[in-house]
């Protein structure tokens, strides 16, 4: 974990979020070389995930402050981070398929609800705080009964 400026080299951004309301002044930013956080209206960032490619990035909505990230190196992965202490908890998504997550959801009036999409329009649901995960539409199209 760096504290600092971002570098010229580190500054394709591939998506950015925004803290909810109550923390205007926060941001993450999303770059190929890591995930940038700043508390102070992006003044400073200090960087997390480094070396890995962040390909989606939202603030969640729990009592506990953190991030929810996803990276692609060959194969999906997600975290969650912790913006008070920093500690980042991988997620398991085995059962979402390996590719890249572009966007994450999570619901703000019942947090056990989060939505992954992928680049090839793929969209999995958990309902149950991250633990477990069903595909809802695959290649943009939604399935059956969903």
Not at 87 to 108: F, G, R, T, Y
Not at 114 to 137: P, Q, Y
Request: hydrophobic share 35%.
């Amino acid at each position: 974990m760096a504290s600092g400026n971002i570098k010229r080299n580190e500054r394709k951004s591939q998506c950015s979020g925004y803290s909810p309301a109550q923390k205007k002044d926060e941001l993450a930013i999303a770059t190929d070389k890591g995930l940038f956080l700043s508390d102070d209206h992006g003044l400073t960032f200090t960087k997390m995930l480094s070396g890995k490619r962040v390909t989606s990035v939202t603030y969640g909505f729990s009592a506990k402050d953190m991030i929810l990230a996803g990276t692609f190196d060959g194969k999906s992965e997600f975290d969650t981070i912790d913006l008070s202490t920093h500690n980042k908890v991988p997620i398991d998504i085995s059962s979402v398929e390996q590719d890249e997550l572009v966007a994450i959801v999570q619901n703000p009036e019942d947090t056990n609800v989060t939505v992954l999409a992928t680049k090839n329009k793929d969209i999995f649901i958990s309902k149950n705080g991250l633990k477990n995960w069903e595909i809802i539409a695959k290649n943009g199209t939604g399935l059956s009964g969903q």
